[in-house]
Structures are given as structure tokens and as C-alpha cells.
């Protein structure tokens, strides 16, 4: 059974604080997706990584996907209350319709 | 594009009786679709996986003769949740993908399943 680790489970920051979101596994993901989802709605998705040591960058959002693909960072930059909602990382092990792994998730929550 | 619809987005039922939810593929053919189940401020749980014209592959610990899954066609898959219970009360939530994508999950926005 594949495992995904993520870390903090919940973080309460101030608007204008940088802050970072981890992944971590012992198995190897030939994909790994992250994906923000707002209560009551669901997971939109924000970025995929494929290749080890690839680095995405989407605004202030910045993911990380390790050399040996089995872990994953996202990193953003001078958070906004906007930001607040559930961070998801996910990881796929094989083709386009192999199922995904979750990890547990982040609360982010930004206050003003 | 990859629209997924799910439907209803909440129903509320009596304990005892059943609940069809519906997820559909709007612009695309889903070869594969899931049904997830998730408790509050907690991650997404996988029920099964439903592919085309067979029948779905449930986790372990997912009663199949509770949570009936169809899915029929290439662009819609359906869960009833029969004989429903309050510890059935959940959000559900329903992905699609169709085989060869590389990153084509496309979610649903959920169904808010409360049982009375």
C-alpha cells in the first residue's frame, strides 16, 4: 500500500507569511498532483509534476517534486487570506487512470 | 474542458431509504471514474473505481452492496447509497479520467449526503 505523508496537517498564518507544504512517501509516483479545495466544493486542481527535480511555478505558488519522485514540496509566497482552504497532494503510480493516492491534507487558513 | 457534473450538490433522506448521486463527464469521455467519500476537514477516502461496462473495484472495507455503483456509459457513473443510515451522512465526491491523460483527473464538486 502506498503512503503519503503530509505535513502540517493544519496552519494558521498572517497575511504576507511565506509558507511551506510537504509530501513525503517511501514509494516511487510516476505523477504527483496537488489540489486546493474550499469547503463544500470539490478539489480543484493546481499543479502535476512528473519529472524528479521539477520545479512549477504559478504565482506565488511554488512546487517541487523530488529527484527520486517520492516527494513533493509546495511553497507559497506571501500568503493572502485567499490562499485559506485545503491543500491536497495526490500521487499516481502508473498510467492516466491508475488511482491516486492522497495524503491527509492541509488546512491552510490566512487571516488579514 | 474536463467538466465533471456531479448532482445532487446536498440531499437530505430519511434513514432507511436510498440515494442516487450522479457524476457526468460534460466534454469528455471518462473511461474511469471514482467515488470518493470525505469527513469533514479530512482527506479524500477511495470507495472504488468504476470503469466502463464493468463491474467497480471497491476498497477494502467499502460494503459494495451498499454503496451501489453503475456506470453505464463513457460519461456517467452513479452511486446509491441504499438503506441509507446517519453514519452514512458524508460528502461524496466523484473524479473522472479517461485512459492515456497523464494528469486528467477532473473532479466533481461533491454531494453533501445528510441522513435524518
Known amino acids: 500500500t502506498q503512503l503519503l505523508e503530509q505535513s502540517p496537517q493544519f496552519l494558521s498564518i498572517q497575511e504576507g507569511e511565506n509558507l511551506t507544504v510537504y509530501c513525503n512517501s517511501s514509494?516511487?509516483?510516476?505523477?504527483l498532483q496537488w489540489y486546493r479545495q474550499e469547503p463544500g466544493e470539490g478539489p480543484v486542481l493546481l499543479v502535476t509534476?512528473?519529472?524528479?527535480?521539477e520545479v512549477k511555478k504559478l504565482k506565488r505558488l511554488t512546487f517541487q517534486f523530488g529527484d527520486a519522485r517520492k516527494d513533493s514540496s509546495l511553497h507559497i509566497t506571501a500568503a493572502q487570506p485567499g490562499d485559506t482552504g485545503l491543500y491536497l497532494c495526490?500521487?499516481?503510480?502508473?498510467?492516466?487512470?491508475?488511482?491516486?493516492?492522497f495524503g491527509k491534507g492541509t488546512m491552510l487558513l490566512v487571516s488579514p | 474542458g474536463a467538466v465533471v457534473s456531479q448532482h445532487p450538490s446536498r440531499v437530505i433522506c430519511k434513514s432507511g431509504t436510498s440515494v442516487k448521486i450522479e457524476c457526468r463527464s460534460l466534454?469528455?469521455?471518462?473511461?474511469?471514474m471514482f467515488w470518493y467519500r470525505q469527513f469533514p476537514k479530512k482527506s479524500l477516502m477511495l470507495m472504488a473505481t468504476?470503469?466502463?461496462?464493468?463491474?467497480?473495484?471497491?476498497e477494502q472495507g467499502v460494503e459494495k452492496d451498499k454503496f451501489l455503483i453503475n456506470h453505464a456509459s463513457l460519461t456517467l457513473s452513479t452511486l446509491t447509497v441504499t438503506s441509507a443510515h446517519p453514519e452514512d451522512s458524508s460528502f461524496y465526491i466523484c473524479?473522472?479520467?479517461?485512459?492515456?491523460?497523464?494528469?486528467?483527473?477532473?473532479f466533481g464538486s461533491g454531494t453533501r449526503l445528510t441522513v435524518v
Open positions: 473524479s473522472a479520467t479517461r485512459q492515456g491523460w497523464s494528469n486528467g483527473y477532473t
Open positions: 514509494s516511487v509516483f510516476s505523477s
Open positions: 509534476v512528473v519529472t524528479g527535480g
Open positions: 495526490a500521487g499516481a503510480s502508473g498510467s492516466g487512470y491508475s488511482t491516486l493516492t
Open positions: 466534454d469528455f469521455q471518462a473511461t474511469t
Open positions: 468504476s470503469n466502463e461496462g464493468s463491474k467497480a473495484t471497491y
